[in-house]
């Protein structure tokens, strides 16, 4: 972060609260002209500052009112083993996000299903059918308090 001024925060920061201005609306919020701004952000983009561009959705109104977070330990732990775990568990559409963790389990998932009778089926059909996998423990959520994609700059 060194190399980012005040100015290339400010840019990061109102693209994180909306991605989809223009940079005349951007340029026009931090009392520049357009042509400066639109050669930091393609600096931002090339320096890896920036990723990608997403559009937030509404899982609710996509039938994805489930959350569930669960919790897997591998039974064992060779390098061949957890990457063919890496790669199957990529594979399914349902699983959002993983992470590797340290602790009594391996890995964390967030599935996101319609309903538990999806999740039932999920678990039956696709999760455990990867190779192995020694235990699960699954965590349904009951109510989202808080959810930002903004990272603090």
Known sequence: MENLDHIDLQILKQLQENSNINTKELASKLFLTVTPVYERIK???RDGYIMKY??????????????????????????NVGSNFVKDIVALPEIIECY???????????ILVEDMSSYQNFVMNK?????????????????EIKHSTALTI
Do not use: P, W
């Open 127 to 143: 999760l455990s059918t990867i190779e192995n996998i020694g235990n699960t423990q699954s965590i349904f959520v009951m109510g």
């Open 100 to 110: 590797n963790i340290a602790g009594d389990y391996d890995f964390m998932l967030k």
């Open 54 to 79: 997403v559009a937030l959705l509404d899982k609710k109104k996509l039938n994805l009112g489930m959350t569930v977070f669960c919790n897997v330990r591998l039974k064992e732990h060779a390098r």
């Open 43 to 45: 600096r931002l983009e």
